[in-house]
T-cell receptor, first 112, second 113 residues
């Protein structure tokens, strides 16, 4: 079993839809949780970063962490065609300058 | 806006040949990471440097891969000899010392024929 499992894709939604992306993990040492967005033929870019359980909102994006269930989610409201990309969850145990463990990613397509 | 630079962006080689990738991190970033991303998978750490010292190379296939960061700034990742299974995107990332935010470069896409 991989340390980080991410819902398989691809996912296709109409513009304006609410999107829910999810990851589960098995390593209870993970304390820092991130979501990266990766456009085709580009490197990943950090989208959201959370430490504690609960919700964190940034514009149309909300990251949710449930450490008791070892489950994290990313919600995208009012999805736009420009949100079409691969979304990767990532986690680390010690935060600063530590190795990231990634999920395999899910490719999202938002149809105009 | 400062970015991580990588070259080449694309590399096609034949198996058993040697290849090298270069990374220039964001200025002032002491920590540098090399990740490998196989198509359809998330990136996996190959090696991590703190300045010029290797912090973690536990997942680096040392029989064929080598990495160096001689002056603690830019870095080179080498594969010799390349194998078919090495076809992947090689990503470089950097971060400030004490920071948990890693900034990724555009990657080098390697195809081994």
């Amino acid at each position: 079993q991989k340390e980080v499992e991410q819902d398989p894709g691809p996912l296709s939604v109409p513009e304006g839809a609410i999107v829910s992306l999810n990851c589960t993990y098995s390593n209870s040492a993970f304390q820092y949780f991130m979501w990266y967005r990766q456009y085709s033929r580009k490197g990943p870019e950090l989208l959201m970063y959370t430490y504690s359980s609960g919700n964190k909102e940034d514009g149309r994006f909300t990251a949710q962490v449930d450490k008791s269930s070892k489950y994290i989610s990313l919600f995208i409201r009012d999805s736009q065609p420009s949100d079409s990309a691969t979304y990767l969850c990532a986690m680390s145990a010690t935060g600063a300058n530590s190795k990231l463990t990634f999920g395999k990613g899910i490719t999202l397509s938002v149809r105009p | 806006e400062a970015e991580v630079a990588q070259s080449p962006r694309y590399k096609i080689t034949e198996k058993s040949q040697a290849v090298a990738f270069w990374c220039d991190p964001i200025s002032g970033h002491a920590t540098l990471y090399w990740y490998r991303q196989i198509l359809g998978q998330g990136p996996e750490l190959l090696v991590q440097f703190q300045d010029e010292s290797v912090v973690d190379d536990s997942q680096l296939p040392k029989d064929r891969f080598s990495a160096e960061r001689l002056k603690g700034v830019d870095s080179t990742l080498k594969i010799q000899p390349a194998e078919l299974g090495d076809s992947a995107m090689y990503l470089c990332a950097s971060s400030l010392y004490g920071s948990d935010t890693q900034y990724f470069g555009p990657g080098t896409r390697l195809t081994v024929l």
